[in-house]
């Protein structure tokens, strides 16, 4: 009877290793036969286990961190001299560091009390320019100072690659979305007036470089027309004049509430 036992076991025990490695093939040794190895990944392919290089590749490449375009300078910080009450103005350098033509926008969190000169614009490969930032300084409430309060305005500065010739819009980037890549979130720093710092002699000296190159722009070459659009400076003066109405609005609702 124990023989009996013991042949029924181990028959149950092999039939069970075979049930088992039926069930999960790829645990099979790699002594198999190159006919039984490819039936077995013919399994496998049939249950979802296929690979795909094509597939594979464009997940590694969406985990990847985005290429730049362009090259900042200053990298992620943008410097104001602090004066409250007044329109203070930052600068940065834009150069296209890519092969292609690269369109450029920039966004800020406070759209009333920031403007940006230009607010976007296409760069060919290797070129660069500076741009020029506007932002109005708010009064500091009592028993606060601005200069050590962690400012929340952001600038954001996005990315486009484009075709050669093709003219600046808005629009390319709202268009083709799925292509545009977030360079930079710039933070707000602001620097003391009264006391000359490296950043703040470079501020200045990058602002004096984008007058220059905004008054090269504007003057006509000697044998051309007169151009048509001479009011790049005027949209400062509407941004103002827009801005001493939304402040005056705001100290009438002051007024009100109190």
Same mark, same amino acid.
């Given at each position: 009877?124990?023989?009996?036992?013991?042949?029924?076991?181990?028959?149950?025990?092999?039939?069970?290793?075979?049930?088992?490695?039926?069930?999960?093939?790829?645990?099979?040794?790699?002594?198999?036969?190159?006919?039984?190895?490819?039936?077995?990944?013919?399994?496998?392919?049939?249950?979802?286990?296929?690979?795909?290089?094509?597939?594979?590749?464009?997940?590694?490449?969406?985990?990847?961190?985005?290429?730049?375009?362009? $090259?900042?300078?200053?990298?992620?910080?943008?410097?104001?001299?602090?004066?409250?009450?007044?329109?203070? +103005?930052?600068?940065? $350098?834009?150069?296209?560091?890519?092969?292609?033509? *690269?369109?450029?926008?920039?966004?800020?969190?406070?759209?009333?009390?920031?403007?940006?000169?230009?607010?976007?614009?296409?760069?060919?490969?290797?070129?660069?320019?500076?741009?020029?930032?506007?932002?109005?300084?708010?009064?500091?409430?009592?028993?606060? +100072?601005?200069?050590?309060?962690?400012?929340? @305005?952001?600038?954001?500065?996005?990315?486009?690659? *484009?075709?050669?010739?093709?003219?600046?819009?808005?629009?390319?980037?709202?268009?083709?979305?799925?292509?545009?890549? @977030?360079?930079?979130?710039?933070?707000?720093?602001?620097?003391?007036?009264?006391?000359?710092?490296? /950043?703040?002699?470079?501020?200045?000296?990058?602002? /004096?470089?984008?007058?220059?190159?905004?008054? *090269?722009? +504007?003057?006509?070459?000697?044998?051309?027309?007169?151009?048509?659009?001479?009011?790049?400076?005027? *949209?400062?003066?509407?941004?103002?004049?827009?801005?001493?109405?939304?402040?005056?609005?705001?100290?009438?609702?002051?007024?009100?509430? @109190?």
């Amino acid at each position: 009877m124990a023989i009996v036992d013991s042949y029924h076991h181990q028959r149950h025990k092999s039939a069970s290793d075979t049930k088992l490695f039926t069930l999960c093939p790829f645990w099979q040794s790699g002594g198999q036969t190159s006919s039984s190895s490819s039936s077995s990944t013919q399994k496998l392919h049939g249950y979802g286990f296929k690979s795909n290089p094509k597939t594979v590749s464009s997940v590694a490449r969406s985990l990847l961190p985005p290429r730049r375009r362009l $090259r900042l300078d200053p990298a992620n910080k943008l410097y104001f001299p602090y004066e409250p009450g007044k329109q203070v +103005k930052s600068a940065i $350098r834009l150069k296209n560091s890519s092969r292609s033509h *690269v369109a450029f926008k920039f966004q800020t969190t406070a759209p009333k009390s920031c403007f940006m000169r230009p607010p976007g614009g296409i760069l060919a490969p290797g070129e660069s320019l500076i741009a020029t930032v506007f932002r109005f300084v708010e009064q500091p409430e009592k028993n606060e +100072k601005q200069l050590d309060q962690k400012t929340k @305005v952001k600038f954001k500065i996005m990315s486009l690659k *484009v075709n050669a010739g093709i003219e600046y819009a808005p629009e390319l980037f709202d268009e083709q979305k799925d292509q545009v890549t @977030v360079e930079r979130i710039l933070r707000v720093v602001f620097l003391n007036a009264e006391h000359p710092s490296p /950043a703040l002699e470079k501020v200045n000296r990058q602002l /004096a470089e984008a007058e220059a190159a905004l008054e *090269v722009r +504007k003057k006509p070459p000697a044998d051309s027309d007169p151009p048509r659009d001479v009011g790049e400076g005027l *949209v400062i003066d509407e941004w103002k004049e827009r801005r001493e109405k939304y402040l005056a609005r705001q100290q009438v609702e002051a007024v009100d509430s @109190v």
